[in-house]
Nanobody, 123 residues
Framework: QVELVETGGGLVQPGDSLRLSCTVSGRPFSDYTMAWFRQAPGKEREFVAVISRIAGVEDYATSVAGRFTISRDNAKNTVILLMRSLKPEDTAIYYC????????????????WGQGTQVTVSP
């Protein structure tokens, strides 16, 4: 059984940075493409960032490109989302997700999900 656990959410001010982590257990981590999604109140879940199984290829939603960085440490079974220059519109529950396939922005293609971590950006 695959389990994903996110940590690192919290309440920050606009312009601040925050680091989210997601640790995966249950199957070799390098088998998985890893991604972050987010869901704001009253909105659909949306893609944030994705990283290939062997780190080297990344992709970002337009709204976060240049501010967020996704990375992975296959030795520690962990994927990181470093968020800089946070804005109030980044407020959402952030989820990490895993799939045993190639990179995609489509949430329906991901097989495994974490429980989510709340990020709130407010003055």
């Amino acid at each position: 059984q695959v389990e994903l656990v996110e940590t690192g959410g919290g309440l920050v001010q606009p312009g601040d940075s925050l680091r989210l982590s997601c640790t995966v257990s249950g199957r070799p981590f390098s088998d998985y493409t890893m991604a972050w999604f987010r869901q704001a109140p009253g909105k659909e879940r949306e893609f944030v960032a994705v990283i290939s199984r062997i780190a080297g290829v990344e992709d970002y939603a337009t709204s976060v490109a240049g501010r967020f960085t996704i990375s992975r440490d296959n030795a520690k079974n962990t994927v990181i989302l470093l968020m800089r220059s946070l804005k109030p519109e980044d407020t959402a529950i952030y989820y990490c997700a895993a799939r045993a396939g190639g990179m995609t922005w489509d949430a329906l293609e991901y097989d495994h999900w974490g429980q989510g971590t709340q990020v709130t950006v407010s003055p």
